[in-house]
């Protein structure tokens, strides 16, 4: 995957981590690309555990190249929205302590720092701050995530978004993306918060 050492230099999963990642009955991988060029732009995605209550999200990235055109967001409210379809009361992540990019978004998403994972990340021995959401069925929430939708549509960044819980194709810079599902699995499934990578470059 291109993007992979581009976003997370030596932390980075390979190929074959990919590969495990897709045959994961409990994953839910996603990819934004565009259409007119079939260019992957960035990509997704949760491992639900604990019960299939919580969805971790193993990773969130975006080509360096395609930042800053709300790419990220729209695969963080997608995470979100097919979280809740899927059961999931809970989203958590990690994030390098250093990432205030990535903190300032899911900061916005209602996540909240519960901890620290001391010397998380391999390549640097840098710590990773621990994020939560509130229960993402409650009405406080689900009020939070239509606001901020319906805010960005103000702005025309997503001016064809009708809902939250609807993704048609989203204007970017004058190309056509679309958020499309890589995996979508329900069978169980035993999982390690071992290979967790964190949610941290959108």
């Known amino acids: 995957m291109d993007i992979e050492p581009v976003a997370f230099g030596s932390h980075h999963w390979s190929y074959q981590s990919f590969v495990n990642e897709l045959s ?3 994953g839910y991988y996603f990819a934004a690309y565009d259409k007119s060029s079939n260019q992957l732009l960035g990509y997704s995605g949760f491992w639900l555990v604990n019960g299939q209550e919580e969805a971790h999200v193993t990773t969130l990235a975006v080509h360096p190249e395609h930042r800053r ?3 990220g967001e729209r695969l963080l409210i997608n995470d979100i929205v097919e979280a809740r379809k899927v059961g999931a009361r809970w989203l958590t992540l990690e994030v390098r302590m250093s990432n205030d990019t990535a903190q300032k978004l899911y900061y916005k998403y209602g996540f909240k720092n519960l901890g620290v994972r001391k010397h998380y990340y391999q390549d640097n021995d840098e710590d990773a701050l621990v994020l939560w ?3 993402i ?3 406080e929430f689900v009020e939070m995530l239509h606001e901020r939708v319906l805010y960005l549509k103000s702005r025309g ?3 064809d978004l009708e809902s939250a819980e609807s993704f ?3 204007p970017s810079n004058g190309k056509s993306v679309e958020t499309g599902k890589l995996s979508r699995r329900s069978a169980q499934q035993t999982v390690s918060r071992s290979s967790f990578k964190g949610a941290d470059e959108c």
Do not use: A, D, G, V
């Open 133 to 135: 959401t509130e229960n």
């Open 137 to 139: 069925e409650s009405p």
């Open 24 to 26: 994961n009955s409990m």
């Open 157 to 159: 960044e997503f001016s």
């Open 168 to 170: 048609p194709e989203i």
């Open 69 to 71: 055109q709300y790419i």
